[in-house]
Structures are given as C-alpha cells and as structure tokens.
C-alpha cells in the first residue's frame, strides 16, 4: 500500500530513541521528511534535526522558530515525550506534578497551536499523540504518566472535533509493553522494589500478554506511519491500544 507520504513534512518529538524514534524511521522509510526533535543525538540519515530539551520553558519556541526559519510547515506532528518518574498517589505533590508538565502537555500544546493554522489552511493535517494504555487502565506506580497522559489525551479528542471537517486528524496511540528503554528501566525499577531479578520482572510482563512477546518498535512506528497518511483521513478522535491484546477493555 502507497500511503502517500511523498513530499509531506513531519515534526518528530523524542526521536533520538524508543517509539519516537521507530516513529520518524517509518515516516522517513515512507518518503516523507522528517524533522526530529530531541535533547541529544542526531536526526535521521539525510534529515533536519533540532536540538531542543522540552522540560525547558523555551523549548516549544526554539522549536518553531528552527521549523520555520528552515522554510517548513509540517503536515504531521507527532507529540511524544519521555515518561516521568514513578510514583505513588498518596505521595506524589503538586510540585512533582509542576515537574513534568511543560515535558509531557504545555509543550505540547504550544507545538500543535503553533502549526494548525497552516494544516487547517491547507485542508491536510495530522497530530498523533504518543500516550499510554493507562489511559484505558491506570499502571500502579505511574500516577504521574497516568494523570498527565490523561490530561492530554482528553484535550487532543476535544481537539479532533474541532478541526475534521478542516481535514485535521487528531489521534492518540497507546502504547503497551514495547522493547524500549523505558520498559528496560521501568522493569528494573520493578525489580529494585520487590526482590525478584529484572529477569523475572520482564517473564512476569510477557506472561501477561496474549501475543506471548513484548512489542517491536518497528511495529509500533508502522501503525503511526499509516494513521499519519491521507489514507487515514477517515480515523480522527481515536485512541488505539498497541499492546498485544493485553488491555482487556474495547
């Protein structure tokens, strides 16, 4: 299937690693250029890169001015930032939540603001939100990935209505357990709280899931590349689970 990416322009947020990274490699692969954001490392083969930290302030207008300095708009913007820290509800402050809020939403929506003019302009635009099942189901231990990944999600589907007939779509992925190293270091947080071996951590984690493996990256970047293609047009207000089969709810 063409999924029509030749000469479109996409924004790539946490691209040096991970899912964002498996995300810009799949857009790149379907012909389209990629500018990718992260606090260290390099862009894709042949493709802009800027550098840029999103827990500073500044971030989201260091980014927009390289963006359009560079003669660019892009057509896709893909919203993915670093998990936060782990931590309980009963003991999680406001200040740890302040913490990460430019990072993981006030980034965020600064760069979606800034760039749907031109894609409603345009009549083609697409925002892909890299969030979390928590969304569906809450993880223990995560109450700030869960509470602000929500906040998130919920502004991103108020969003998808106010922009489809401009044909803007707006869509959340959710991902599950994906050979990251995010899960690496989430395991192994695991491990240092319960006694048993990151090993063990890991087995209990694919035990759980119904496709008896954990996720591929390249899986994960491929669903992204599709729903970030005019061959999407019709998908908008979705949030869809990436995991395996093992969130149980529709």
Do not use: Y
């Not at 989201?60 to 892009?74: E, Y």
């Not at 993880?139 to 489809?164: D, F, Y």
Request: glycine residues 12%.
């Amino acid at each position: 299937m063409d999924l029509q990416l030749e000469g479109k322009t996409a924004l790539v947020l946490g691209a040096s690693k991970g899912l964002g990274r498996a995300i810009a490699g799949a857009l790149a692969d379907e012909g389209a250029e990629v500018i990718t954001v992260a606090r260290s490392g390099g862009g894709l083969d042949g493709q802009p890169h800027i550098t840029a930290d999103l827990d500073d302030p500044a971030a989201p207008q260091t980014i927009i001015a390289a963006v359009r300095d560079g003669g660019r708009s892009p057509d896709i913007l893909v919203l993915n930032a670093g998990g936060p820290p782990t931590g309980l509800a009963a003991t999680t402050t406001p200040d740890d939540f302040a913490a990460v809020m430019d990072r993981m939403f006030n980034a965020q929506l600064a760069l979606a603001q800034a760039f749907l003019p031109d894609m409603r302009s345009r009549g083609f635009g697409r925002i892909l939100a890299v969030a979390s099942t928590s969304l569906v189901t809450p993880i223990p231990g995560l109450v700030l990935s869960n509470a602000v990944r929500a906040m998130l999600a919920s502004w991103c589907k108020t969003l998808a209505a106010e922009v489809a007939a401009d044909g803007v779509t707006v869509n959340l992925l959710l991902p599950g357990q994906i050979a990251t190293d995010r899960l690496t270091s989430l395991h192994g947080a695991m491990a240092a709280g319960s006694g048993m071996t990151h090993d063990q951590i890991t087995a209990r984690a694919i035990a759980a899931i119904p496709a008896g493996r954990l996720g591929r990256p390249e899986e994960f970047g491929d669903i992204a590349a599709f729903l970030a293609s005019p061959r999407a047009g019709f998908m908008t207000g979705s949030a869809i689970k990436v995991d395996g089969g093992q969130t149980v709810t529709l």
